[in-house]
T-cell receptor, first 109, second 112 residues
């Protein structure tokens, strides 16, 4: 059965800390892995990783895909209170879209 | 603002009823996706349309149906509603089939 598992379920850190969020997956015909940030309402797109693009970076956020371990990490450095959100990992095996249940990140001032 | 518009924002109805949720995709996007988000199950993919045709199907109940119209807006129809159908329903769109999706703010459906 295809599935996406994220860890930890929740995380509380202080401003300035660095955090690492994990996503592991078991799907057939892997096509891409995507990271989203969900604050109060709609998830917003962060990164897409594929077999041909296994590392992405934007400002303080970066993500790596480990095709061998079937996993991905999302790193956030120098965290700010505005980073508080639920971070969702999604995997696209071609004709389905599987989301993990997310990691809830709280950044304390 | 993602550019994806969902209406209504909130919907309260009773068991056994039927409702229609509406989605207008971002300008230029051909794909529309529907998701159900509940507290205990996270974001569940329901169905995808691409340029009017059904492209992919997830765990969508037989009581639910969807379509995408020639102007690319989409509707999700939920019938014979049950208490367990209470959830946040998201619509998302993308330029092509698959890849990064832009989500609307969702329709919160409450079944009483």
């Amino acid at each position: 059965e295809d599935k996406v598992v994220q860890s930890p379920l929740s995380l509380v850190v202080h401003e300035g800390d660095t955090v690492t969020l994990n996503c592991s997956y078991e799907v057939t015909n892997f096509r891409s892995l995507l990271w989203y940030k969900q604050e109060k309402k709609a998830p917003t797109f962060l990164f897409m990783l594929t077999s041909s693009g296994i590392e992405k970076k934007s400002g303080r956020l970066s993500s790596i895909l480990d095709k061998k371990e079937l996993s991905s990490i999302l790193n956030i450095t120098a965290t700010q209170t505005g980073d508080s959100a639920i971070y969702l990992c999604a995997v696209e095996p071609g004709n389905q879209f599987y989301f993990g249940t997310g990691t809830s990140l709280t950044v304390i001032p | 603002d993602s550019g994806v518009t969902q209406t209504p924002k909130h919907l309260i109805t009773a068991t056994g009823q039927r409702v229609t949720l509406r989605c207008s995709p971002r300008s230029g996007d051909l794909s529309v996706y529907w998701y159900q988000q509940s507290l205990d199950q996270g974001l569940q993919f329901l169905i995808q349309y691409y340029n009017g045709e059904e492209r992919a199907k997830g765990n969508i109940l037989e009581r639910f149906s969807a379509q995408q119209f020639p102007d690319l807006h989409s509707e999700l129809n939920l019938s014979s509603l049950e208490l367990g159908d209470s959830a946040l329903y998201f619509c998302a769109s993308s330029a092509q089939s698959g890849g990064p999706q832009h989500f609307g703010d969702g329709t919160r459906l409450s079944i009483l």
